[in-house]
């Protein structure tokens, strides 16, 4: 059997291998081999230093996530961490790959740490809810300072070698063989007097007490303004004040019990749910049986605000861009559209202009599909108006290579009615993207009833390539994002029609902790995008269910959102902040009146309760049908497409930790008033009957 840590000695030096694939998390049996190892180095006479190292692809890349929220296994991380820092005999930690959370506590508790130069470094805790609990909060500061240290453990981000080392978190970058060079180096130090430097004990990150405490309040100030709903990362502002007043072992004291309190909280169970989810996410059967298909030149139809966001995506992730667009004048916007985007990083500095050359190098736009013809895949981002897609596949259809992936990034429409316009369905897939699509990361990948294996695998890689989350759709309405979120936001527009404001709805679904509430999202958009889809499905629509015209009301007036000064806010010239608009809530009275509906008084909790109950009672049909996989899935479409606040989980997750039964009774009293709008989705029914709950049914 194979050891989680395995121990052998090499002239004088104990290398220790954690081997716990695949990222070799620092569950219990970990925990007991290193507690063995340096016991060991302590009474083994021939050991004279140690090397910690990890076997295959990174060094611990953190405790064991999936022994959160059981009894916690003795020993715990913070007694192994200690008991390595007090061995006898010098410890080197050898880092590669990701050396993260309580890994990175493993590597700060040994006496020198050394990296192969693709080594990273961090504290990502505060993206579960969490902190670092394993006396991170302690030792990070005392070696980089408060303030580098709450910039490290507040974002979680993953710090290259070369920086960590400027840092003094790496002690020495390796040159060739990362763990020849550890052994060679812990040979070195061994017997000298300074060889057993504890970071428990270092003073070289600490300022005097007046200058911590500063960088402790701006980084609270900042957070107070960012993120106040927040649990952990106050508490790790609170962990790092107390390195300047404690010895180590008080500090960690205190941040033992911080820790369990963020373990405790609500928020860490909607995080840690959040992180397996997007990981679940990208299980996808059809992908798991098929092959990807080469991927080296792409296409994309269409050069509007998508097609050029995709083309930049892709561009970005090295594949060479041909642009096609129906005349030479769209074709020049769309070549400025993607110039003006890359400019723009430009700008920001999160590109270099030579870079920015080399991409713009790789793009070609072009009238002629026939340039489509050597493209590996094309993205079709083109009008959303069927008779234009199918004329685009059709054209496609007669250009593009044999085996090339056609994919449509269209929202709603049906993708089996634009496969039937080519001879060759099994290769078309729907590929929806989120606008700006160079920065959302959330894609849609639609398996369409031909669509074959080798499609759907090929677009998972493409997906891992644009470094974007995937979640595999079936063919409906809006797929799985914008079918749930028709129904939530009709659902506003009826809340609105029966007595509150937009601005008290926007404002309710803030404080639930979106970014923007329904109508600031919808003046963003453009309101005749809705308008629009009102439009298309109005001769199909149940003449029995509720209707509310306020917001065509808007639209025919003009009033399209922030692009048009007006929408649901009024916009001051060149403001993307929009102020309450009375004539707005002049229109409502107004419709209110005509319809004769009784209003009344709504608080924030009715407004959530509704919006939610509307939200997850869609949802619940959405994995009934097989359009989303599994639960979870939805929850990561709501967080990264959408807005749905990470740390409650996303909303299947909220239902589970609210209790279905009670989102069911809500849904219930609704349907006395409107049974047609409010019709329990019969997967709900079934589990709250059977006592159930969404996550049973998220299997990878
Ligand atoms: N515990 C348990 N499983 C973990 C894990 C962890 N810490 N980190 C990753 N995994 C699992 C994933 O769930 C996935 O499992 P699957 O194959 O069954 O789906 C598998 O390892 C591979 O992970 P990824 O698909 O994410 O692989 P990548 O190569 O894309 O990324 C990574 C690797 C950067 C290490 C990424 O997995 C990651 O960010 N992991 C979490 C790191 C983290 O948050 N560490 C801190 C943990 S909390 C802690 O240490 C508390 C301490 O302070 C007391």
């Not at 080296?296 to 060479?320: C, D, F, H, N, Y």
């Not at 110039?339 to 430009?346: E, H, Q, S, T």
Request: net charge negative.
């Amino acid at each position: 059997m194979r050891e989680a840590v395995s121990q052998e000695l090499e002239d004088g030096v104990l290398v220790v291998t954690v081997d716990n694939p695949p990222v070799n998390a620092l569950g219990a049996e970990v925990r007991r081999g290193l507690v063995t190892a340096m016991e060991r180095a302590d009474a083994d006479e021939a050991v004279r230093a140690v090397v910690i190292r990890g076997e295959g692809r990174t060094f611990p890349a953190g405790a064991d996530i999936r022994e959160f929220g059981k009894p916690p296994a003795e020993p715990w991380l913070p007694d192994v961490v200690n008991r390595i820092e007090a061995c006898t005999k010098p410890v080197v930690a050898a880092l590669h790959g990701t050396a993260l959370g309580g890994g990175l506590e493993v590597a700060l508790a040994a006496h020198w740490r050394i990296a192969d130069r693709q080594a990273k470094v961090g504290l990502p805790e505060v993206n579960l809810g969490i902190l670092p609990g394993a006396g991170g909060t302690q030792r990070l500061p005392r070696i980089v300072g408060a303030q580098k240290a709450l910039d490290m453990m507040l974002s979680g981000r993953h710090v290259p070698a070369a920086e960590a080392h400027e840092l003094g978190i790496i002690d020495r970058i390796a040159e060739g063989d990362l763990l020849e060079e550890a052994k060679m180096w812990a040979r070195e130090i061994a017997g000298r007097p300074d060889a057993l430097r504890p970071t428990g004990a270092r003073t070289d990150g600490l300022t005097d007490p007046e200058s911590w405490r500063a960088a402790c309040a701006a980084a609270r100030a900042r957070l107070e303004k960012k993120s106040p709903q927040l649990f952990a990362p106050f508490r790790i502002v609170e962990c790092v004040e107390k390195v300047i007043e404690l010895p180590i072992d008080e500090g960690m004291a205190f941040e033992r019990q911080a820790f369990e309190a963020c373990m405790r909280s609500p928020q860490r169970e909607g995080l840690i749910h959040a992180f397996f989810a997007e990981r679940r996410a990208r299980k996808i059967p059809e992908a798991e049986r098929g092959t990807p298909r080469p991927l080296e030149r792409a296409g994309v139809i269409g050069g509007g605000t998508m097609g050029s966001g995709i083309a930049v995506a892709m561009l970005k992730a090295g594949l060479p861009v041909t642009m096609v667009e129906r005349d030479e004048e769209a074709a020049a916007a769309g070549r400025e559209r993607v110039a003006a985007i890359l400019a723009r990083d430009v700008e920001r500095r999160r590109l270099t202009p030579g870079r920015r050359d080399a991409l713009l190098a790789a793009f070609a736009t072009t009238t002629d599909y026939g340039a489509l013809s050597d493209a590996d895949l094309v993205v079709e981002a083109a009008f959303e108006e069927m008779a234009v897609k199918q004329e685009i596949f059709r054209k496609l259809d007669a250009v593009a290579k044999k085996g090339a992936i056609l994919a449509t990034n269209t929202s709603y429409l049906d993708i089996n009615e634009i496969a039937a316009a080519t001879g060759r369905p099994e290769d078309v897939i729907g590929l929806h993207f989120f606008s700006p699509a160079h920065i959302m990361k959330l894609l849609e990948i639609v398996v369409a009833d031909a669509t074959s294996d080798d499609a759907v695998a090929t677009g998972l890689q493409l997906a891992r390539r644009l470094g974007k989350v995937p979640v595999r759709a079936g063919v409906c309405d809006g797929f799985i994002g914008n079918r749930i979120y028709n129904r939530y936001v009709e659902e506003a527009f009826f809340i609105m029609e029966d007595g509150a404001s937009p601005y008290e709805i926007d404002r309710a679904v803030r404080n639930f902790g979106y970014p923007m509430g329904p109508f600031e999202v919808a003046d963003l958009a453009g309101l005749d995008i809705g308008w629009a889809a009102r439009k298309r499905r109005a001769p199909t629509r149940d003449p029995r269910r509720r209707y509310v015209a306020i917001a065509d009301k808007l639209c025919e007036r003009g009033w399209f959102g922030q692009k048009t000064g007006r929408g649901w806010y009024r916009y001051e010239e060149g403001s993307r902040k929009g102020q309450p608009d009375p004539e707005v809530l002049e229109i409502v009275a107004s419709e209110r009146i005509l319809k004769g509906v009784p209003t009344g008084a709504f608080t924030e909790e009715d407004i959530i309760r509704r919006y939610l109950a509307a939200m997850i009672n869609e949802a619940a049909n959405v994995v009934h049908e097989g359009i989303a996989l599994r639960p979870s899935d939805v929850d990561v479409v709501a967080v990264h497409g959408y807005g749905f606040p990470r740390w409650r989980g996303g909303p299947m997750k909220y239902a589970d930790m609210v209790g279905l039964e009670n989102i069911l009774a809500d849904i219930e009293a609704f349907a006395e008033e409107d049974p047609v709008v409010w019709q329990p989705s019969p997967l709900l029914v079934d589990l709250v009957r059977r006592g159930g709950n969404f996550d049973s049914l998220n299997r990878d």
